[in-house]
């Protein structure tokens, strides 16, 4: 999976550069641009809660893409509160030469506020001589639809022999297949409903998105650490009736369950398991203080945002978007939020 997404000559976000419309899915940031101005109020919120500190307040986002949302937000900061602008850094974090490319050319205009980095830890500040560690962040890390998208392992039950394997991938004709290796280290983490699973039953874990979480809560020395994506808790992504698991696969808006064709030409996701990340954020220090909806999370910074008077001129093409946002048949329910904080 890692391979198929981030291989630097072939993966799928190397070469894919559209979304939307014109792309494989729909994200936030393709309805328009009333979901950075929602997310920068609610930034420009928890900036005026943070303690003075000697360095620049910073807002970190994961998994920029091609820098859309970055534009958004800063640009609402800019010309909605313009103290506050010119006293952050926006940072983003990617390891790839070619979207940061793409995303220099989106945000030119910002140049002066906004850095890269490859990892978390190269976006702390260097250490002073008496300091056993540099300083952590003070600000925001967020990411929108970052997680989904770490690599996944999968995992299967044989109800016959009682005992969990996981899937690995071969090859076979030149073609990618499903194997199995007998030799699994998985727990399920609700072992209660072992005895109802049925046979060939699947799940994933990411190992991947719940150190990244911890590490980012160990980084952050005041601040919110805040996610978007796809997901549930453990009681809801394992259930009896979810036998295949989440791990999907995406082209031109189709979603299929055969992830092993045609790698690098097609999106893979699978769904966050928001549990396992609540548990690595409070590990890590973090108070959770919101856990819901996308829907309800916009509609609440909608509604201390004096209706939309300060996101903007409201006319009908912002009411559209945010029906799209917020709808339960549009992306209202399929995004989960979690927000934590030190």
Request: proline fraction near 7%.
């Amino acid at each position: 999976m890692e391979l198929a997404l981030y291989c630097p000559e072939y993966g799928y976000y190397e070469t894919k550069k559209d979304i939307g419309r014109r792309g494989d899915f729909y994200t936030s940031v393709s309805v328009g641009r009333l979901f950075g101005r929602l997310l920068a109020f609610q930034f420009a919120e928890w900036l005026g809660r943070l303690p003075p500190a000697g360095r620049k307040p910073c807002i970190v986002e994961a998994g920029p893409h091609d820098g859309q949302l970055a534009r958004d937000i800063l640009d609402w900061l800019q010309s909605r509160r313009p103290e506050q602008f010119g006293r952050i850094e926006y940072c983003l974090l990617e390891p790839s030469p070619r979207r940061r490319e793409w995303q220099r050319e989106t945000l030119e205009a910002f140049a002066p506020h906004v850095r890269w980095g490859d990892s978390l830890d190269s976006l702390l500040p260097p250490a002073g001589p008496a300091e056993p560690r540099p300083p952590g962040l003070n600000g925001i890390v967020f990411s929108n639809e970052f997680l989904d998208a770490m690599p996944v392992r999968r995992h299967g039950w044989d109800a016959g022999r009682r005992k969990w394997f996981e899937w690995g991938v071969a090859l076979e004709g030149g073609r990618c297949v499903w194997a199995r290796i007998e030799d699994s280290d998985f727990r399920f983490p609700l072992p209660e409903l072992e005895a109802v699973l049925p046979d060939g039953y699947t799940v994933e874990t990411s190992p991947a998105a719940g150190r990244w979480w911890r590490e980012a809560a160990d980084r952050l020395e005041h601040g919110w650490l805040l996610t978007l994506d796809y997901g549930g808790l453990a009681e809801e992504l394992f259930t009896p009736a979810r036998a295949r698991g989440t791990l999907r696969a995406y082209s031109r808006h189709h979603a299929s369950h055969d992830v092993l064709a045609n790698p690098g030409e097609q999106d893979l996701t699978a769904h966050v398991n928001f549990s396992a990340l609540r548990q690595a954020g409070e590990a890590g220090g973090l108070k959770t203080e919101y856990f819901d909806t996308q829907a309800r999370f916009l509609t609440g910074i909608l509604s201390r945002a004096a209706g939309g008077a300060s996101l903007g001129e409201w006319d009908a093409g912002l009411a559209r978007q945010f029906q799209t946002l917020t709808h339960p048949e549009h992306l209202g329910r399929a995004f989960t939020v979690l927000a934590q904080s030190k």
